[in-house]
């Protein structure tokens, strides 16, 4: 089946740093990714939609600048969280589509600012 | 913004009996899905069900769909302890994806 992996699963950083969290398709090419923010005991909230080389169209509320995406590639979508800050502590999740297929999800990464 | 509404939030069973989960939406759709989410992972696709379908299995999973009432039912038969997770509807598909508020099923052994 469709493989999508996430990295990193867990990272811990200060205050005021950038984290980059990559999204990778295995098996096949993605034309669409997504970025999802998950909160303890909610649901996903979609954050934005990448598709391969173009821009990234951001959900309502969901700062641009603050959470950079680029989708370079057919197999790569990358999201940097730029000057983190506590509250931007969270569960994120990717996830690539190709075709009208289902979306296959990666196995989340939990970001924790300190 | 979240337009599925699964109920109730959170179940507890014994191993063996059946959960039924339900989920409510409130606008038209070409489809509904069901994922899975184990504690700290990614989501797995589960089943697919579309609009002119009105039941759907996939081996121990069965699930409707009343397009008139804007529901749907998620039903797990003989459940075991290894189905203790959360499980969300969510109405698209390739395309976007609004997921309901989820519900945690929990199988005692």
């Known amino acids: 089946g469709a493989v999508v992996s996430q990295h990193p699963s867990w990272v811990i950083c200060k205050s005021g740093t950038s984290v980059k969290i990559e999204c990778r398709s295995l098996?096949?090419?993605?034309?669409?990714m997504f970025w999802y923010r998950q909160f303890p005991k909610q649901s996903l909230m979609l954050m934005a939609t990448s598709n391969e080389g173009s821009k990234a169209t951001y959900e309502q509320g969901v700062e641009k600048d603050k959470f950079l995406i680029n989708h370079a590639s057919l197999t790569l979508s990358t999201l940097t969280v730029t000057s983190a800050h506590p509250e931007d502590s969270s569960f994120y999740i990717c996830?690539?589509?190709?075709?009208?297929?289902?979306?296959?999800f990666g196995d989340g990464t939990r970001l924790s600012i300190l | 913004s979240q337009q599925g509404e699964e109920d109730p939030q959170a179940l507890s069973i014994q191993e063996g009996e059946n959960a039924t989960m339900n989920c409510s939406y409130k606008?038209?759709?070409?489809?509904l899905q069901w994922y899975r989410q184990n504690s700290g992972r990614g989501l797995v696709h589960l089943i697919l069900?579309?609009?002119?379908?009105r039941e759907k299995h996939s081996g121990r999973l069965r699930v409707t769909l009343d397009t008139s009432k804007k529901s749907s039912s998620l039903l797990i038969t003989a459940s075991r302890a290894a189905d203790t997770a959360s499980y969300f509807c969510?109405?698209?598909?390739?395309?976007?994806?609004?997921f309901g508020k989820g519900m945690k099923l929990t199988v005692n052994p």
């Open positions: 969510a109405q698209g598909g390739s395309e976007k994806l609004v």
């Open positions: 069900i579309r609009s002119n379908e």
């Open positions: 606008t038209s759709i070409n489809n």
């Open positions: 996830s690539a589509s190709f075709s009208n297929q289902p979306q296959h």
């Open positions: 098996d096949f090419q993605a034309t669409t």
